[in-house]
């Protein structure tokens, strides 16, 4: 069974659009994440959130808007996007927002043209 | 701000060989280090990690090393294998209440020729 899963893996728009990915895990934990890396492998915390509230919120354009509809699932949209939105974004999960360990779902490629 | 950096950017090795990566942080508040593994197309995948209050925890062919003094820990791998090549990246907290916040280093690519 996938443990955290993202959909979609490959996401290709143009400039303007609006766009969302999804993410679901089956761990049971409490707290998720949005991860951007980018094409340095640089990866970099977007947002968190512990049973449905957002308990991390970086430097993020508001253009990024997560979504936590209960606590196995964590969506990002991403509104008026831009070249510069061109990244893996990764979802991960983890027991609880003092505990470090987190594991990562497969990774959305997002590719704006 | 906090910033974690690698000494070395690539890692070329032989099979069999062991492996050392290295990554310096800066915040001296961390106080739980981790080490991530990420393989072409695929996600990070927990390796091992460390709470300040050790400075040595072995897992499977795979030790981290802490020094708190100098602000660096380091990854070994022993008996290097083909299966090992990726991307390996180290991870620190910010201390205190930070939520499962991690900052991570910028990588190093670990590359096994057979």
């Known amino acids: 069974d996938t443990a955290v899963s993202q959909t979609p893996k490959y996401l290709v728009t143009q400039m303007g659009n609006d766009k969302s990915i999804k993410c679901e895990q089956n761990l049971g934990h409490d707290t998720m994440y949005w991860y951007k890396q980018d094409s340095k492998k640089f990866l970099k915390i977007m947002f968190s959130?512990?049973?449905?509230?957002?308990?991390i919120n970086e430097t993020v354009p508001n253009r990024f808007s997560p979504k936590s509809p209960d606590k196995a699932h964590l969506n990002l949209h991403i509104n008026s996007l831009e070249l510069g939105d061109s990244a893996v974004y990764f979802c991960?999960?983890?027991?609880?927002?003092?505990?470090?360990?987190?594991?990562f779902g497969p990774g959305t490629r997002l590719t704006v043209t | 701000g906090e910033s974690v950096g690698l000494h070395l950017p690539t890692l070329s090795v032989q099979e069999g060989d062991n492996s050392i990566i290295n990554c310096a942080y800066s915040n001296s508040a961390s106080d739980y280090f981790i080490w991530y593994k990420q393989e072409s197309g695929k996600g990070p995948q927990f390796i091992i990690d460390i709470r300040s209050n050790m400075d040595k925890r072995q897992g499977q062919r795979v030790t981290v090393l802490l020094n708190k003094t100098v602000k660096h820990l380091s990854l070994q791998i022993a008996a290097t294998q083909p299966g090992d090549s990726a991307v390996y990246f180290c991870?620190?907290?910010?201390?205190?209440?930070?939520?499962?916040?991690?900052?991570f280093g910028q990588g190093t690519i670990l590359t096994v020729h057979p």
């Open positions: 991870a620190v907290n910010a201390g205190g209440t930070s939520y499962g916040k991690l900052t």
């Open positions: 959130y512990n049973n449905k509230e957002l308990i």
């Open positions: 991960a999960s983890g027991p609880g927002p003092g505990a470090y360990e987190q594991y």
